[in-house]
Every structure is written in C-alpha cells, then in structure tokens.
C-alpha cells in the first residue's frame, strides 16, 4: 500500500490536475471533485510503481481514466438529463464556448478526448498520456493532432468569436526535462 | 507531404519540432490559422467555467423547486399531524378528579398567640 508521506506527495503534485481533468470529461465540478478522491483512494489502496518520474503521472491518470470510465458505465445504467447548458441557453460568449465546448468534447472519440483532455487540461507529456492511455507517443501525437482538427471544425464559429477577445492567460506545456 | 500541419501540433506542445516544416506551415495561411485556432481553443479548454449543479438549466432548477415545494408540504403536513397527535396524549394526560373531599374548618388565630 503507498505510505502515508507518498500519498500526501501525490495529493500536492497532482490534484488540481485530477479535478481538471475530471472536470472537462465529466463536465460537472462536484462530480470531479469526487472523482478525484476516488483516484486518491485507489491510490492508498495499491503499492506506488517502483519508477518515478513520466511513469508516476501516467500511472496515477491510467487509474484517473478507469475512474472516470466507471463513472461513465454507471451514469449509463441511470440515464440523466444532460447537465450541461446547451450553446443556445448560454448566457454570454464565454458560457456559449464551454457550452458549445462540452458538446464539442462529447462528440470525439473516447480515447480521442482523453488524450486531448489529458495534454491540454493536466499538462501531461507525450510520453506520460501514453502510459496513461496504453498507446504509443506517436499514437498520442497523432490522436491529439486529430482531436484539435475535429474541435477546431466543430467549434468553427465560437472560434471565430472568441478571435476576436483578447486571448489569454494559457498554461504553456511543462517544459521538457 | 501532409497538409495536416501536424508540425503545429508538435510547436504548440513543447515536443521536438522540423523547424523547416513549420516554416512551412506558418507560411500558409491555413497553418497560420490552425496555430491561433489550436491556441484559442487550448485557452478555452482550459477556462475554469466547467459547468456545475447550481448552474443547471431553468427546466432542472424549476423540477427542483417542484420537489423542494412537495417536501415542504409533507414536512407541514406531517408536523401538523404530530402536533394533533400530542395534543390528544396530552388531554390524556390531565389529572384525575377528586376520588375523596376533606373538609378543614380553619380559623384565624387570635393577637395574643401571634409572638
């Protein structure tokens, strides 16, 4: 089982990355917030992989999908309206784009938009989503390459209107070690 | 030679890039357009406005208010009949009547007896 001091290490390093993550693939921030304990139960639960480093993030995000996965299959087997606020009902740009946003990410393919997900909301390396999501680093490049093309078509016009803002404050990527 | 502009990808990640290919790309202007796109919609994914229960749709907060309001009424509706209910137990609880009457003939004492 992780120790108690690596746990709390994990917690400070990762969380906010976990609940934005979960917060985009399920949309709703209580939820990610839960899910984001859960990953952290499993956590204590299991032995910390002897690696360090790229391999820690991917293993602790491979157990964050398969949290977020359980999640899905079980919102499935209790169908719910769709919380999230349809463009048409946004109130301003901003809450057109995240509305438009979420459709948008729904409509990808799954390992599409965790990939996407992962590199653009949690900050993850290449090589650390490939661990995460069992693929190689040319098979996330090409998947988050493909997912930015498919966003960028479906979201043509709140692209276009948001062009038109200022644009900014964005997280660049963790430089390369 | 792949008009993808993967390369945009590759820059916008922080990862090794050809810095002869993205000269290329930026020298399109699809490509130019791609790298401001990607940066807009990398922007707006990571805005902090994910949508959250209390800001669920008119309908939803209206059904909510409908069983806020039913719960209400039971909640009355169940005090009410508690409270009936006390006050019935109560009255059985008033003291019985008199089973045996004593008579006291009292009379005030005199001024001499008063020290």
């Given at each position: 089982m992780?120790?108690g001091?690596?746990?709390a290490?994990?917690?400070a390093?990762?969380?906010?990355?976990?609940?934005?993550?979960?917060s985009?693939?399920?949309?709703?921030?209580?939820?990610?917030?839960?899910?984001?304990q859960e990953?952290?139960?499993r956590?204590?639960?299991?032995a910390?992989?002897?690696?360090?480093g790229n391999?820690?993030?991917?293993?602790?995000?491979?157990?964050?999908?398969?949290?977020?996965?359980?999640?899905?299959?079980q919102?499935?087997r209790r169908?719910?309206?769709?919380l999230?606020v349809a463009p048409?009902q946004?109130?301003?740009?901003?809450?057109?784009?995240?509305?438009?946003?979420?459709q948008?990410?729904?409509?990808?393919?799954?390992?599409?938009?965790?990939v996407?997900?992962?590199r653009e909301v949690?900050?993850?390396?290449?090589?650390?989503?490939?661990?995460?999501c069992?693929?190689?680093?040319d098979?996330?490049r090409?998947?988050?390459?493909r997912?930015?093309?498919?966003?960028?078509?479906?979201?043509a016009?709140?692209?276009?209107m948001?062009?038109?803002?200022?644009i900014?404050?964005?997280?660049?990527?963790?430089?390369r070690? | 030679m792949?008009t993808?502009?993967?390369?945009?990808?590759?820059?916008?990640?922080?990862?090794?890039?050809?810095a002869?290919?993205?000269?290329?790309?930026?020298?399109?202007?699809d490509?130019?357009?791609?790298l401001i796109?990607?940066?807009?919609?990398r922007?707006?994914?990571?805005a902090?406005?994910?949508?959250?229960a209390s800001?669920r749709?008119a309908?939803?907060?209206?059904?909510?208010?409908?069983w806020?309001?039913?719960a209400?009424?039971v909640a009355l509706?169940?005090?009410?009949?508690?409270?009936y209910?006390?006050?019935?137990?109560?009255?059985?609880?008033?003291?019985p009547?008199?089973?045996?009457?004593?008579?006291?003939?009292?009379?005030?004492a005199?001024?001499?007896?008063?020290?």
């Amino acid at each position: 089982m992780t120790s108690g001091a690596d746990a709390a290490s994990l917690f400070a390093l990762y969380h906010d990355r976990l609940v934005r993550y979960f917060s985009r693939a399920t949309g709703e921030r209580e939820v990610a917030r839960d899910l984001t304990q859960e990953v952290f139960l499993r956590v204590s639960r299991t032995a910390l992989p002897a690696a360090q480093g790229n391999q820690l993030a991917g293993w602790l995000f491979k157990i964050a999908r398969n949290v977020a996965l359980d999640h899905h299959r079980q919102r499935r087997r209790r169908p719910e309206a769709d919380l999230a606020v349809a463009p048409e009902q946004a109130a301003d740009g901003g809450q057109q784009m995240a509305a438009a946003l979420a459709q948008a990410l729904a409509a990808l393919n799954g390992l599409d938009r965790d990939v996407f997900l992962l590199r653009e909301v949690s900050g993850l390396s290449r090589e650390e989503i490939a661990i995460a999501c069992d693929l190689t680093p040319d098979a996330v490049r090409s998947r988050i390459h493909r997912a930015r093309l498919e966003l960028r078509a479906l979201l043509a016009s709140p692209i276009e209107m948001a062009r038109r803002q200022p644009i900014g404050p964005v997280r660049p990527p963790k430089p390369r070690l | 030679m792949t008009t993808d502009y993967d390369v945009v990808s590759d820059f916008l990640d922080g990862e090794p890039f050809d810095a002869a290919a993205l000269d290329q790309a930026l020298a399109d202007p699809d490509g130019r357009r791609l790298l401001i796109d990607s940066v807009v919609l990398r922007h707006a994914v990571q805005a902090d406005d994910t949508i959250t229960a209390s800001e669920r749709p008119a309908a939803r907060r209206h059904r909510s208010l409908l069983w806020v309001a039913a719960a209400a009424l039971v909640a009355l509706a169940g005090g009410y009949q508690l409270g009936y209910y006390r006050q019935e137990g109560r009255a059985s609880l008033s003291p019985p009547s008199a089973s045996r009457v004593v008579t006291v003939d009292w009379q005030p004492a005199s001024d001499e007896g008063a020290r």
